[in-house]
């Protein structure tokens, strides 16, 4: 299974982006996916993460700022990012969970 990432950018604090992960293979549609970041210095960090029943969760940081979503015909999966905050500057990864694959990393920055 390959993924692939994209998506990420500079923009100002307050700005909108939005992620894509496009997955090869059949895995896809029963899969878990997640959304993660790291940010300089700091551990991997799960942001997002929608289940193969497309229920989703959220860090409590992200909550109401940012939406996971899938697209099953396109094997993509989405993280739109609204109310940026330069906090929310990393690098940010998609994981397919059931066979623990990760794309490539994708950079987000936030300029305040």
């Known amino acids: 299974v390959q993924l692939q990432a994209s998506g990420g950018g500079l923009v100002q604090a307050g700005g909108s982006l939005r992620l894509s992960c496009a997955a090869s293979g059949s895995t896809f549609r029963i899969s878990a996916i997640g959304w993660y970041r790291q940010a300089p210095g700091k551990q991997r960090e799960r942001v997002a993460l929608i289940g193969s029943t497309n229920t989703t969760n959220y860090a409590d940081s992200v909550k109401g700022r940012f939406t996971i979503f899938r697209d099953s015909a396109k094997n993509t999966v989405y993280l739109q990012m609204n109310s940026l905050k330069p906090e929310d500057t990393a690098v940010y990864y998609c994981?397919?969970?059931?066979?623990?694959?990760w794309g490539q990393g994708t950079l987000v920055t936030v300029s305040s």
């Open positions: 994981r397919l969970h059931i066979t623990d694959s």
